[in-house]
């Protein structure tokens, strides 16, 4: 049997993600064969797909799904972007936004007992989730989504997979289209500076004091100052107080812009794939060396 080396260790993670041992393990069933191995490991993620609920997924789509006044936005995540391109794995995320559409349900594990079949897998959707991480060999998890059911008009914008914007309106579709594309654009925290939450401002508060303060100015001016950073902070955040990305003038706010048209912005979500995600950062040469060393203390 031909040497297992930790480049070859190095190499099988690299395609299959899985845990360095489990690598190892499969490269000596397999005498070698990087295929077979590779195959020896689908086998066992397919078993394992428990344990790969540890494992970090930060990357995945956004899907949405709008039909009249009833629509859903979802953030479903994977572990690589290879995956994220899968077309399994879309065909999934498709299926939960048109499932969360059309039964609201309450949260995550409302959602996962839906019934749901996809290849082989059901009859729930959770049952498709574990199917498709056996299948696929990484872990997938159902993130976040909001349903919109209350009979106002939608309007919906996804910016490839990774960011999805809905726009809940009254007026008309094509500013709503545009303000959808602006948010996805612009990124704003809120519909309007009285929406934002409490907690940004706060933050963005305490920043513009210790800037105030080593300015050294006096005390007066120095609130003056800090008042002026707030106020300037939720602009730049706030929907409405925002300069509309189409604006011809390059002043229009999106307020203005709305107005012009007769429409009204009643709210939005917005999701950006990973947001908030701590991404973990492998180090293959350094996790080689280290599973390297260890096995040579333990002999």
Request: glycine share 8%; with cysteine.
């Amino acid at each position: 049997m031909p040497a297992i080396t930790a480049r070859m260790v190095a190499e099988l993670r690299a395609k299959t993600d899985a845990p360095m041992m489990e690598c190892k393990k499969a490269l000596t069933e397999a005498d070698g064969e990087m295929g077979r191995a590779e195959e020896i490991l689908r086998v066992k993620l397919g078993n394992k797909a428990g344990k790969a609920a540890a494992r970090i997924t930060a990357e995945g789509v956004i899907s949405a799904a709008v039909s009249g006044s009833t629509g859903a936005l979802i953030e479903i995540n994977c572990e690589t972007d290879f995956v994220s391109k899968n077309e399994a794995f879309l065909t999934f995320a498709k299926a939960c936004a048109e499932l969360v559409a059309s039964h609201n349900p309450a949260d995550v594990a409302a959602l996962s007992g839906l019934p749901l079949r996809q290849e082989s897998f059901g009859p729930t959707v959770e049952d498709v989730r574990k199917g498709l991480i056996g299948k696929i060999g990484e872990n997938m998890t159902i993130r976040r989504f909001k349903c919109y059911a209350g009979g106002g008009k939608l309007a919906s914008y996804l910016h490839g997979t990774r960011i999805g914007v809905i726009v809940e309106f009254e007026g008309d579709d094509v500013a709503a289209k545009d303000t959808a594309m602006h948010i996805a654009a612009m990124k704003p925290a809120a519909l309007s500076s009285i929406e934002v939450p409490s907690e940004l401002v706060d933050k963005e508060r305490k920043i513009a004091a210790e800037k105030a303060a080593e300015s050294g100015k006096p005390a007066d001016i120095a609130a003056k100052m800090v008042e002026g950073s707030v106020q300037k902070f939720l602009k730049e955040v706030s929907l409405l107080d925002q300069v509309f990305v189409k604006a011809a003038d390059g002043k229009q706010t999106v307020a203005a812009h709305l107005k012009s048209t007769g429409t009204t912005a009643k709210g939005f979500t917005l999701y950006v794939v990973g947001e908030g995600i701590e991404k973990k950062q492998d180090d293959f040469a350094a996790e080689v060396a280290a599973q390297v060393a260890a096995a040579s203390k333990a002999q």
